[in-house]
């Protein structure tokens, strides 16, 4: 890693304190509509890609025939395997590289990859699109013929319409659509807090003081978000 910023201190020091915010998004439910509008999610095997806390697993445990969760932070795996326990599921959590995974070529009928490759424009600054091809080249390898490829990634926080919050972003989520033949939709997935002080300090925390300030300032309990869902259907 080249360069680091506080998200990955989140991802390894933090974890329970992320799962508290992003519990409290989507409130209208638009992502697991939009996943099962491009994805025939039933009884299908899924592979997780940098799945964090479990958010795309505790959506699509009810509907998939198996998921595997995979993420790089054993301390984001910990903090899933305690909400995977909440719930009953018994979805494996694997420890690895989403640069590298070691499943065999074909394996899975849907591969996500949420709020997760867009990470590498800022941790790898002078060499991003190297490693995000790393792991579209391997999520095409890993997914079988007639499967779906989804990737789902920021399009901002707190803004009033829908845009990639850095010029790099905006450079990769170009890629997906004009090199690697993503189709993109946009949904709204705001939070929302119990209360103004609760809002500044969850969303504050993973954000920032900017976007906490913001917050304080409009007193906002919700909290706009725009999304990006990218998906590919391979043939």
């Known amino acids: 890693m080249e360069s680091n910023d506080h998200f990955w201190e989140i991802y390894t020091s933090h974890a329970a304190e992320y799962h508290r915010l992003i519990a409290r998004e ?3 439910g638009q992502l697991l509509k939009t996943l099962r509008q491009v994805a025939d999610l039933q009884g299908k095997r899924v592979l997780d890609l940098g799945s964090g806390t479990g958010r795309i697993p505790l959506l699509l445990h009810p509907y998939a025939g198996q998921i595997i969760a995979s993420d790089l932070s054993q301390s984001m795996l910990r903090q899933q395997s305690v909400v995977r326990e909440q719930i009953g599921g018994a979805w494996p959590l694997v420890f690895a590289d989403m640069r ?11 591969i996500t990859a949420g709020w997760a490759i867009g990470h590498l424009t800022g941790w790898h600054p ?3 699109r190297a490693q995000v091809d790393r792991v579209l ?6 997914v079988k013929q007639s499967g779906v490829l989804i ?9 009033a ?22 189709t993109r939709r946009v949904i709204r997935t705001d939070y929302r807090f119990e209360d103004l002080s609760s809002a ?4 504050g925390f993973f954000f920032g003081p900017e976007l906490r300030a913001r917050i304080e300032s409009k007193r906002w309990t919700r909290l706009p978000e ?6 590919k259907r391979l043939r």
């Open 26 to 28: 989507d409130v209208e």
């Open 100 to 110: 590298a995974s070691p499943s065999p070529a074909e394996s899975f009928d849907v």
């Open 126 to 128: 002078s060499e991003w």
């Open 137 to 142: 080249v391997g999520m095409h390898r890993l």
């Open 151 to 159: 990737v789902i990634e920021t399009l901002g926080t707190g803004v």
């Open 161 to 182: 319409e829908p845009a990639p919050p850095t010029p790099e972003l905006a450079a990769y989520y170009a890629d997906l659509e004009s090199i690697w033949g993503f």
């Open 200 to 203: 500044a300090e969850m969303a």
């Open 226 to 231: 725009f999304t990006g869902v990218w998906s």
